[in-house]
Structure formats: C-alpha cells, structure tokens
C-alpha cells in the first residue's frame, strides 16, 4: 500500500493539478523506506501522460576554453582540466557526426558549443548543418550555443532547428556557488527567448552539485514555471583541476528518488538521463524508467566517454526503458 502522501499527489498530478513547491518539498522529505514507492508512483504519471521512449545524442562541436567558471565544468578556460578543446568543427564533420548518430538510433542530434555565446559565422556555419541534415534525416535537430539573441534564435529557426537546450544547472538559490560569471536570469532569457521563436524548449541541470533537497525541487519547480518540454538530468561525475572534484557521487538512491522528484514536479516534460548515470547508477541504470524516466542519450558526452553504444542499444531493444 503505497504511503498517504504519495497516493494524495499522485491523484493530483494524474487529475493535470501542477504540485507546488511545498508538496514536492513534502515528497523529499519521505523516508527512505518509502523510495520504491515512489518511484512505482513516478512510473505510472510516466505511462499516464503518454510519455514514449526516445533517444538522443550530442557532439562536442566546439570544446573548452569557455570564459565561464562553472565548477563542475572540464571546459572552463579558468581550471586546468587537460580537456580537449577545439574550435567550431568544419561543416563536414558536423553533418557526418549527424549521419552517423541517426544510423546508431538516436532520435534527436544536437550540436553543443562551449562558450557563453556564438559569433555570427559561427550560428551561419550551424545553421548550414541543419538545412543539410533536416535535408538528409529525419532527426530532430537541437543546438546548445549558449546565449540567444533574436536575431540567432530567427536565423536557427529558419534554418530547421526545432529544439534549443539551455541548462539551468542548478536552483537559483545554489547557483552563486556555482557560476559567478553571469548570471541566472541571463539563462532564464535565452530560455524564454528560444521559446517566443518557436523552439522547444530542452532544460535541466546537475545533479550532486552540493545542492540540499530542497534545491532539487526549487530547480524543478523553476523548469515547470517555464513549461520546459524536455528535461535532461545529469549525476556530477568529479573533474579532476575543478573546485568539484573531491565532490562525492551520488548514492544510487539518491539519483533515482531525484528523478522521481522530476517526474512528479514535470509530468507533461519527458525526462531523458544524460550524463553520469554509467558511474553513479552503474547496475541499478535499467531502473530508470521505473523512477519515471522516458529518454537516453546515448553515445559520448562532452568531454566524457558514455556507455558503449551496444550495451545501451541491448538495453533498450530488451524492453527495460519501454
């Protein structure tokens, strides 16, 4: 028999009531005892909405010496990581990294850039990807190029960009600890500026950034506040050279309890793991979607090796994440 509180918001949630910061507050704060059902409870606002498996992949098209100082990033310019960098990728690179993913299964193909903003020839040069691959796929095109202008967000949009990521990271409440070199309703405006030109919107955040619980839910409520489509959720793995790297992992527990947090607090978004869940979930990754998750991305990561393609191809193809 599932806990009062978790039967009380689950009927809210499923009746299309958006739970507030308070009840999701409530949701944390439950014994761990009650974790698994939680998650059963996640799983069934997952299959209620509709929600559909997907799969996506990232490339790294342009790498390190970004001038922001976010902690946990190996591609800030201000911490010695060792990390590769590079310039903006030629445009051929970026459309056979586009092939390439749609031929491994992935749904959607985004080109992510360090950096707090692109020059112009830099969005033209992406914008030429997209009008190719839109051309020669049938991939959902999304891009991560940091700050938006209008005149960007027009020229990306016409081009066949349908989705724009931008991370929040973390709570506003957390995030002074975590960037100091702009700030977070900067990100809040390109969020809402990608939006106002048509885009999907694709937003999330780290989690295991030394942020509280009540952190968790404050970025969750902030996602909901925005109408967020797609929110991505990555557990910290520890850079070696940033302020965060004797930061510990996130127990299993803690990860999966999170997601649930996510899914009740965003039931109409999907949710797709990211980055980390090979190192903090290890065995448990095919829980998941029991924690009300519906997406993976699969492949590499930024500056970081994700689980080989096979085993998560294996894993989607015995069902576990449908």
Same mark, same amino acid.
């Given at each position: 028999? *599932?806990? +009062? ?14 739970? #507030?910061?308070? =009840? ?19 799983? @069934? ?9 997907? #799969?996506?992949? /990232?490339?790294?098209?342009? %790498? ?25 990728? +030629? ?7 586009? *092939?390439?993913? =749609? !031929?491994?299964?992935? !749904? ?16 033209? $040069? ?10 020669? @796929? %049938? ?22 960009? #349908? ?27 390109? /969020? $809402?500026?990608?939006? !106002?030109?048509?885009? $999907? ?37 520890? /850079? ?7 930061? +510990? ?7 999966? !309890? ?8 965003? +039931?109409?978004?999907?949710? #797709? ?11 448990? =990754?095919?829980?998941?979607? *029991? ?32």
């Amino acid at each position: 028999m *599932l806990h +009062p509180l978790i039967t009380s918001l689950s009927r809210l949630v499923l009746d299309g009531a958006s739970l #507030t910061e308070e =009840q999701g507050l409530l949701l944390a704060g439950l014994d761990s005892e009650h974790t698994t059902e939680l998650l059963f409870a996640a799983n @069934t606002i997952t299959r209620a909405m509709g929600h559909r498996p997907f #799969t996506c992949s /990232i490339t790294s098209a342009k %790498s390190g010496t970004c001038s922001q100082d976010c902690t946990f990033c190996a591609q800030s310019g201000h911490y010695d990581t060792g990390s590769p960098t590079h310039p903006l990728l +030629p445009l051929e690179e970026l459309i056979e990294r586009g *092939l390439s993913m =749609q !031929k491994a299964g992935a !749904k959607c193909y985004s080109l992510v850039t360090s950096g707090l903003r692109l020059s112009s020839a830099e969005i033209d $040069r992406i914008c030429h990807c997209a009008v190719e691959l839109k051309s020669r @796929t %049938s991939l959902e095109l999304s891009a991560s190029l940091g700050l938006l202008s209008d005149d960007y967000a027009d020229r990306l949009t016409r081009a066949g960009l #349908t989705r724009y990521h931008h991370n929040l990271e973390t709570a506003r409440s957390h995030f002074p600890s975590i960037c100091t070199t702009h700030d977070y309703d900067e990100d809040i405006g390109t /969020i $809402r500026l990608a939006r !106002k030109h048509g885009l $999907r919107i694709c937003s999330g955040g780290i989690l295991g950034l030394g942020e509280t619980w009540a952190q968790r839910v404050e970025l969750a409520s902030t996602l909901a506040g925005l109408s967020v489509d797609t929110v991505p959720l990555n557990f910290l793995c520890p /850079i070696p050279g940033t302020p965060l790297q004797d930061s +510990p992992l996130l127990s299993p527990h803690d990860a999966l !309890k999170s997601v649930a947090l996510f899914r009740f607090m965003l +039931p109409r978004a999907s949710i #797709t793991i990211a980055g980390g869940r090979e190192r903090v979930l290890g065995d448990y =990754q095919s829980w998941l979607p *029991l924690a009300g998750a519906n997406g993976m991305m699969i492949g590499n990561y930024l500056t970081t090796q994700g689980r080989n393609l096979d085993a998560d191809l294996r894993m989607l193809e015995q069902g576990r994440w449908i």
